[in-house]
C-alpha cells in the first residue's frame, strides 16, 4: 500500500473564532490529498474523462473521527492512501498529524462512473480499471 504525504501551513482563515480549524477544512484538505495523490502518480483525471468517458472519483461516502486540534500557523501532514477495493468502490484512508500526534482519522469511499445512458443528470458507478488499481496498490 502506497502512502502519499501533502503538508498543509493552516492559515489562519482555515479557523473558527476559538482560533482551532473549523471541521469542514478538514474535509477540503482530503480532497486535496486525494487529488494530489492521484496527480503524482500521473494519473491525469481529465485525460481519462474526455478519452475514455470515465469519471473519476464522484465522493459516495466520507467520514472522520477528530482527536486533537490543530491553530494557525501549525504545519500538518496529511497522509493517504488506498485502503480498501471493491469491483467499483475505492476507500482512502487520511491521517492528518502534526509531527507524531494524529489529529484526525478519516477516509473517503470513492468511485468511477459513466453518464447514465438512460438520465443524462445521473452517473452510473463502473468496474475499476486495473491500471488505475495498480498504481495505488
Given at each position: 500500500m502506497k502512502t502519499?504525504?501533502?503538508?498543509?501551513?493552516?492559515?489562519?482563515?482555515?479557523?473558527?473564532?476559538?482560533?482551532?480549524?473549523?471541521y469542514p477544512n478538514f474535509f477540503r484538505w482530503f480532497d486535496l490529498a486525494t487529488h494530489q495523490m492521484w496527480h503524482g502518480s500521473g494519473y491525469d483525471i481529465v485525460r481519462v474523462r474526455r478519452e475514455q468517458g470515465l469519471i473519476v472519483?464522484?465522493?459516495?461516502?466520507?467520514?472522520?473521527?477528530?482527536?486533537?486540534?490543530?491553530?494557525?500557523?501549525e504545519t500538518i501532514e496529511i497522509h493517504s492512501s488506498v485502503s480498501?477495493?471493491?469491483?467499483?468502490?475505492?476507500?482512502?484512508?487520511?491521517?492528518i498529524r502534526r509531527a507524531d500526534t494524529?489529529?484526525?482519522?478519516?477516509?473517503?469511499?470513492?468511485?468511477?462512473?459513466?453518464?447514465?445512458?438512460?438520465?443524462?443528470?445521473?452517473?452510473?458507478?463502473?468496474?475499476i480499471p486495473e491500471d488505475f488499481r495498480a498504481l495505488f496498490s
Open positions: 502519499f504525504v501533502l503538508q498543509v501551513l493552516v492559515g489562519f482563515g482555515d479557523c473558527d473564532p476559538a482560533g482551532i480549524v473549523f472519483g464522484p465522493l459516495v461516502d466520507v467520514g472522520a473521527t477528530f482527536r486533537s486540534p490543530a491553530t494557525h500557523g480498501e477495493w471493491t469491483g467499483k468502490t475505492f476507500r482512502i484512508a487520511h491521517q494524529v489529529l484526525v482519522d478519516g477516509f473517503e469511499l470513492r468511485i468511477f462512473a459513466r453518464p447514465d445512458p438512460q438520465d443524462a443528470a445521473r452517473i452510473r458507478a463502473v468496474q
